[in-house]
């Protein structure tokens, strides 16, 4: 083999190598990751909630400023990603978001900041039940995208909101924590955080809802619960649900209001008032057993008294 020869696959051999090499740094550049939302704070101006959104999926994305309006509870971006990359390159400060951040704190200067509150002290339940799944491609079962989920907010057992988001597991659990507005008694703010699709085994997702009417019974601020620019963790204000967690709802009673009371009282009691109905019915089944058995034999004596008669009154009249 001449030197040339050599040579060519050397340099193929080198190549490959150098291809192999930048494989991993292609692989870091997903096409997904974690969106995190923070930064609560209201504008009395537009009667809004405000917050900032940050993007880490693809190349990543400067922090976003998003308006919730109270009313529609339809979010629109104020200051987008776009122009948060524009003023990194315009300030030609691009190794830091600060430039952003700066930028972003100026819109929000004048606006008041939320209270984050317990959920439970101010009797809020939830529960999420699963819809369905979505794939990849609609014709291929093959590959998850993620699962539909539906979310019921109840408050002293009372259902008084209720939303869908994506999710990826059906284990997996579902983070939320609430806000109280200034100036509003029947309002409030509920953040979701969950992993939110499948790609990559799950990226966390966050969202904003406004809930109307509730009764905010305790505004006492929760220490340690400011969202701050990242993940929700969970601490003593905020609910852990799991999809195969059900929210327990009374019956509603159609009695006559008497009726109502005296069955309250038997289970201020210690008494259960389905066992009462069980136990009484029980007993009626019972009664009306021996009453069946009792009827049945007194007819089978009858009907052998009679029968013995005919058959002493056929022997009779054959010896006569």
């Known amino acids: 083999m001449s030197k040339n020869k050599y040579s060519i696959i050397f340099a193929l051999f080198v190549l490959t190598l ?9 692989a870091d550049a997903t096409v997904g990751g974690p969106t995190y939302i923070y930064d609560f704070r209201y504008n009395p101006a537009d009667e809004s909630a ?20 109270l009313v529609s509870g339809i979010s629109e971006t104020v200051f987008s990603c776009d122009q948060g990359s524009d003023l990194l390159q315009t300030s ?17 200067r004048t606006f008041k900041y939320v209270t984050p509150i317990s959920l439970k002290a101010n009797n809020i339940s939830i529960d999420v039940d699963f819809l369905k799944v979505n794939y990849v491609t609609p014709d291929s079962t093959e590959w998850v995208l993620s699962r539909d989920f539906a979310v019921k907010v ?13 999710g990826c597991d059906l284990v997996q659990p579902f983070h939320f924590t609430g806000y109280a507005i200034p100036g509003f008694n029947h309002k409030m703010l509920l953040l979701t955080s969950r992993k939110s699709n499948c790609w990559e085994g799950g990226y966390v997702g966050e969202v904003l809802n406004v809930l109307s009417g509730i009764d905010i019974l305790d505004r006492t601020y929760t220490e340690g619960a400011y969202k701050y620019k990242s993940i929700l963790s969970p601490n ?16 509603t009673i159609k009695d006559e209001p008497a009726q109502i009371e005296d069955i309250f009282t038997q289970e201020e009691k210690g ?8 136990e009484s019915g029980e007993e009626g089944e019972e009664g009306s057993n021996l009453l069946i058995v009792f009827s049945a034999l007194v007819g089978g004596l009858l009907v052998g008294y009679f029968l013995s008669r005919l058959v002493a009154k056929s022997r009779s009249e054959n010896l006569g």
């Open 271 to 278: 008494v259960v008032s389905n066992d009462i109905e069980e």
């Open 50 to 69: 405000y917050y900032i959104e940050q993007s880490e999926s693809g190349k990543g994305c400067p922090p976003a400023l998003v308006r919730l309006p």
């Open 236 to 251: 003593e204000s905020t609910l852990v649900v799991f999809e195969n967690e059900k929210v327990e709802i009374p019956k």
């Open 154 to 166: 109840f408050q002293q057992n009372k259902k008084v909101y209720e939303f869908t988001l994506t």
């Open 92 to 108: 030609g400060r691009r190794d830091s978001y600060s430039v952003v951040d700066e930028a972003i704190a100026e819109i929000t």
């Open 18 to 26: 150098g291809l192999v090499s930048l494989a991993p740094k292609e």
